[in-house]
């Protein structure tokens, strides 16, 4: 894993990250998730990750960690509940090193910390089932619209409780 900038380091997201977060999350979608969607759903998804809409789930306390390579701000993962995964992206100029993998690991052990949570749920759009099978998820069943219309295939992790007792 090799990462140019430096070390990889990782922090909750504070209401004044909501722009950074924005425009990283954004960016992903744009290039990634919007191919495979409705238009309706698309435009209706890039709304809930405006500036503003980030502030206020951040203000209300929905725990998103943050990825750092140098100052530049290159993946963030955001879990409502302790256990629902609701947005998990990585910059396109860096994935591929390993940067997915730790930013998951952090969010489940925080959420594991906080809540006891040893069962994840997402709703994974296309293009990220691959990625979410290798962090050990699998699909509860077929893609089908979210009651936003985002196609989405709904997924779970149950870590083994060796897992657990280590973290």
Not at 81 to 110: E, M, N, P
Not at 140 to 156: A, F, I, Y
């Amino acid at each position: 894993m090799f990462m140019s900038q430096g070390v990889l380091r990782m922090r909750l997201a504070r209401a004044d990250d909501a722009r950074a977060i924005g425009v990283l999350s954004r960016r992903v979608v744009r290039q990634w998730v919007l191919p495979d969607q409705p238009r309706k759903a698309g435009r209706e998804l890039l709304m809930r990750l405006t500036a503003k809409a980030i502030r206020q789930k951040i203000i209300e306390g929905q725990r998103s960690h943050l990825a750092f390579l140098g100052e530049v701000l290159v993946g963030v993962a955001s879990m409502r509940d302790d256990h629902h995964l609701v947005h998990f992206f990585v910059s396109t100029r860096y994935q591929g090193r390993g940067i997915a993998k730790r930013l998951w690991q952090r969010a489940w052990r925080d959420a594991m910390h906080r809540a006891g949570t040893c069962r994840f749920t997402l709703n994974s759009t296309r293009c990220a089932v691959p990625v979410y099978l290798r962090l050990g998820f699998r699909a509860d069943g077929p893609e089908r619209p979210s009651p936003n219309g985002v196609l989405s295939t709904p997924m779970t992790l149950r870590l083994p409780a060796k897992v657990v007792k280590r973290a």
